[in-house]
T-cell receptor
Framework: EDQVTQSPEALRLQEGESSSLNCSYT??????LFWYRQDPGKGPEFLFT???AGEEKEKERLKATLTKKESFLHITAPKPEDSATYLC??????????????FGSGTQLTVLP | EAGVAQSPRYKIIEKRQSVAFWCNPI?????LYWYQQILGQGPKLLIQ????????DSQLPKDRFSAERLKGVDSTLKIQPAKLEDSAVYLC??????????????FGPGTRLTVL
């Protein structure tokens, strides 16, 4: 069974204090790993897709990396507006057109001014 | 480009009542998904449509949940009768295939259902 585990469950940072969120996965045949941001009362907002080990992607203060077993979301010099829940999800090779995402439980990030 | 639209945003019902949610995907997206997100958890897939056909409904509680996507665009998800444990946010997403061969899914704002 495909499993996605995110850590820590919650993280509090001071503004400007860089850190990393972890997403470890156990799947059979990874097609892609996705990072989403979710604000309270809203749907997940797409951030990145990573396809293969060694790949990196950046967007403003966020950088996502991927290995064969885990992905990291690095947050450099965070600001209070980066506060949100960050979700990791995997899509696996499946028969036919099935394209479901298997999500982790998320990391709730709070950045204090 | 308009995003995924959902309505209503909030719904409160008594247990054993019925409820329906509506979703309009991003224009041109052939694939549509319904997810259930319980507080503190990641979304869990209920059903996936490709155009107006069901691709995967293995995790849909078919004794009480039903979904349809007539004409391959809008979709409705229905719960009848509702149970207390159905209290959750119901998310609709749509996707199109990327050049990398995966489907990047874009989510609507969700409908928060409370069953009393």
């Amino acid at each position: 069974e495909d499993q996605v585990t995110q850590s820590p469950e919650a993280l509090r940072l001071q503004e400007g204090e860089s850190s990393s969120l972890n997403c470890s996965y156990t799947v059979s045949g990874l097609r892609g790993l996705f990072w989403y941001r979710q604000d309270p009362g809203k749907g997940p907002e797409f951030l990145f897709t990573l396809y293969s080990a060694g790949e990196e992607k950046e967007k403003e203060r966020l950088k996502a990396t991927l290995t064969k077993k885990e992905s990291f979301l690095h947050i450099t010099a965070p600001k209070p507006e980066d506060s949100a829940t960050y979700l990791c999800a995997v899509q696996v090779r499946a028969r036919g057109s099935a394209r479901q995402l298997t999500f982790g439980s998320g990391t709730q990030l709070t950045v204090l001014p | 480009e308009a995003g995924v639209a959902q309505s209503p945003r909030y719904k409160i019902i008594e247990k054993r009542q019925s409820v329906a949610f509506w979703c309009n995907p991003i224009s041109g997206h052939a694939t549509l998904y319904w997810y259930q997100q319980i507080l503190g958890q990641g979304p869990k897939l209920l059903i996936q449509f490709q155009n107006n056909g069901v691709v995967d409904d293995s995790q849909l509680p078919k004794d009480r949940f039903s979904a349809e996507r007539l004409k391959g665009v809008d979709s409705t998800l229905k719960i009848q009768p509702a149970k207390l444990e159905d209290s959750a946010v119901y998310l609709c997403a749509s996707s199109a295939r990327t050049s990398g061969g995966v489907h990047e899914q874009f989510f609507g704002p969700g409908t928060r259902l409370t069953v009393l």
